[in-house]
């Protein structure tokens, strides 16, 4: 099976070694997501529902790009750094895929890479049309 890399341009894919999205087959593996813009700017200040939000954004523009819809997520993993916000980091994921129903998991971590992030988020698609 064919493999496709896909980037989002960033410095820290070369220095780390990682790829935004990676694609084989049907299947689209979306790297650890955070709310960051093209110019490594913070997007939602600490409002964890406009992260979240950000980020699914995000994630939905790669997925166009390997040719996936959020319609074939089968997972995400959402890694927040303070789950007693569970409401707000649910309701921005929920508008995104309240019909679709990945799975998915929820779980809090003592921090992500930078303390202004509040939520990091990985998605996995399988595309089925």
Known sequence: MQRTNYSSGAKWEDIVGYSRAVKIGNTVEVTGTVAVDENSNLVGGNSAYEQTKYILQKIERV??????????????????????????FGKAHGEFFREIKPCTSMIEVKGLI?????VEIEATAIITD
């Open 63 to 88: 997925l166009h790009q390997a040719g996936a819809s959020l319609k074939d997520v089968v997972r995400t993993r959402m890694f927040v750094t303070d789950i007693s916000r569970w409401e707000e």
């Open 114 to 118: 930078a303390p202004e992030y509040l």
